[in-house]
């Protein structure tokens, strides 16, 4: 059972334009969302993530979108350049306190590609 | 401060075989992980650590075991290779969190192939 599907799988886009990468859960308990960037030969590594108290965080051109009534959040890359280039994966896990563990539970993952 | 590091980062196994994966993290992490990466697959978590001297089973345990005997490295073992553990794998580190995630720091992958 995949509980956070990602879409889409792979995407092409221009220099300076918006690339847009969505993710959909299914465990309401969920309630942390990360995104990873993922360069070819390297480890992923955080990108931006998002808690379900606001619906929308943007550090710099990057920006995720949150609907909690529709499960659904999103990754924005505003004015997207080639060394944006990379894998994406969304993921989700539950917060917890002391003692609990944070697994993350990941999306397949998007292949970004941006032509100069 | 290196991070993860994990050892080796390319291996090619003949069926049967077994092996060791070494993963070292210098950040003073509590929690550690083992995942597999597959094409169109993402990742995928075999085995978990929230601690030294323990140990969880992920998503994908089977076939592999795990130790963590000391805080800052945690061993993946295939005991009898199958080619289905043909893969890429990661591990990744972070720090206990006051009940809220931290990030979770990757090393840059074992890619390991089962003949």
């Known amino acids: 059972q995949q509980q956070v599907k990602q879409s889409p799988q792979s995407l092409i886009v221009q220099k300076g334009g918006i690339s847009i990468i969505n993710c959909a859960y299914e465990?309401?308990?969920?309630?942390?969302f990360p995104w990873y960037q993922q360069f070819p030969g390297k480890g992923p590594a955080l990108l931006i993530a998002?808690?379900?108290?606001?619906s929308e965080k943007k550090e710099g051109r990057f920006t995720i979108s949150f609907n909690k009534s529709a499960k659904q959040f999103s990754l924005h890359i505003m004015d997207s350049q080639p060394g944006d280039s990379a894998t994406y994966f969304c993921?989700?896990?539950?917060?917890?306190?002391?003692?609990?563990?944070?697994?993350?539970?990941f999306g397949k993952g998007t292949l970004l590609t941006v032509n100069p | 401060n290196a991070g993860v590091t994990q050892t080796p980062k390319f291996r090619v196994l003949k069926t049967g075989q077994s092996m060791t994966l070494l993963c070292a993290q210098d950040?003073?992490?509590?929690?550690m992980y083992w995942y597999r990466q597959d094409p169109g697959m993402g990742l995928r978590l075999i085995h978990y650590?929230?601690?030294?001297?323990?140990?969880a089973k992920g998503e994908v345990p089977d076939g592999y075991n795990v130790s963590r005997l000391k805080k800052q490295n945690f061993l993946l073992g295939l005991e009898s290779a199958a080619p289905s553990q043909t893969s890429v794998y990661f591990c990744?580190?972070?720090?206990?969190?006051?009940?809220?995630?931290?990030?979770?720091?990757f090393g840059d992958g074992t890619r390991l192939s089962i003949l």
């Open positions: 993921a989700a896990s539950i917060e917890g306190s002391g003692g609990s563990n944070y697994k993350l539970t």
């Open positions: 465990n309401t308990a969920f309630d942390y």
């Open positions: 998002i808690r379900p108290d606001v």
């Open positions: 950040m003073n992490h509590e929690y």
């Open positions: 650590s929230v601690g030294e001297g323990t140990t």
């Open positions: 990744a580190s972070h720090k206990l969190g006051q009940g809220a995630n931290q990030p979770q720091h």
